[in-house]
Antibody
Framework: EVQLVESGGGLVKPGGSLRLSCEAS????????MNWVRQAPGKGLEWVSS????????YYADSMKGRFTISRDNAKNSLYLQMNSLRAEDTAVFYC???????????????WGQGTLVTVSS | DIQMTQSPSSLSASVGDRVTITCRAS??????LNWYQQRPGKAPNLLIY???SLQSGVPSRFSGSGSGTDFTLTISSLQPEDFATYSC?????????FGGGTKVEIK
């Protein structure tokens, strides 16, 4: 069974940093692209970032570029999101989502974690 | 960026009803369109990928159609567990974008 478990969320002040982690199990992690998707309270889904299976290709939403860094450790079956210069509008549930195993594609997102809440507030 | 517009934003329906949700892309995305269901307080769940392919384990009452800019998600006979929010997502190019969601409520 595919499992994705996020951690690292919490309350942080504006301008602060946070590192999210996603631990994967039940599938060959190194064969799949991985993604972060977020959802602000009461709002729709927003794609954040994607990383290919070997980390060769990395993509970011414009509003996160330069502030967020996605990475993965295939030996540890783990995905990460380093978030710096956080703003109030970054407050959201952040989901880890499994992408495609096809080269050059990062979606659809066929398995999701339960999400971790990030709250940016003074 | 490719904008995804869903309609309606919400609808009320009864168990057994046929429900249709529309998603329109701001430019042609071929069949690079996915549909997700999200129940309150839960993570999204992939229903349909590549516009019309049913994800494994998803009931056959769900179907998708369309190509280019116009897409449809149909629930042939609404069940109690289908009351949720449905979102489309284009995977044609980054930035990947989602529609605003359609909330399906009980009439």
């Amino acid at each position: 069974e595919v499992q994705l478990v996020e951690s690292g969320g919490g309350l942080v002040k504006p301008g602060g940093s946070l590192r999210l982690s996603c631990e994967a199990s039940g599938f060959s992690f190194s064969s799949y692209s991985m993604n972060w998707v977020r959802q602000a309270p009461g709002k729709g889904l927003e794609w954040v970032s994607s990383i290919s299976s070997s980390s060769s290709y990395i993509y970011y939403a414009d509003s996160m570029k330069g502030r967020f860094t996605i990475s993965r450790d295939n030996a540890k079956n783990s995905l990460y999101l380093q978030m710096n210069s956080l703003r109030a509008e970054d407050t959201a549930v952040f989901y880890c989502a499994r992408g495609s195993r096809l080269a050059g594609e990062v979606s659809p997102f066929d398995s999701w974690g339960q999400g971790t809440l990030v709250t940016v507030s003074s | 960026d490719i904008q995804m517009t869903q309609s309606p934003s919400s609808l009320s329906a009864s168990v057994g009803d046929r429900v249709t949700i529309t998603c329109r892309a701001s430019q042609s995305i071929s069949i690079y369109l996915n549909w997700y269901q999200q129940r309150p307080g839960k993570a999204p769940n992939l229903l349909i990928y590549a516009a019309s392919s049913l994800q494994s384990g998803v009931p056959s009452r769900f179907s998708g159609s369309g190509s280019g800019t116009d897409f449809t998600l149909t629930i042939s006979s609404l069940q109690p567990e289908d009351f949720a929010t449905y979102s489309c997502q284009q995977s044609y190019r980054t930035p990947l974008t989602f529609g605003g969601g359609t909330k399906v409520e009980i009439k």
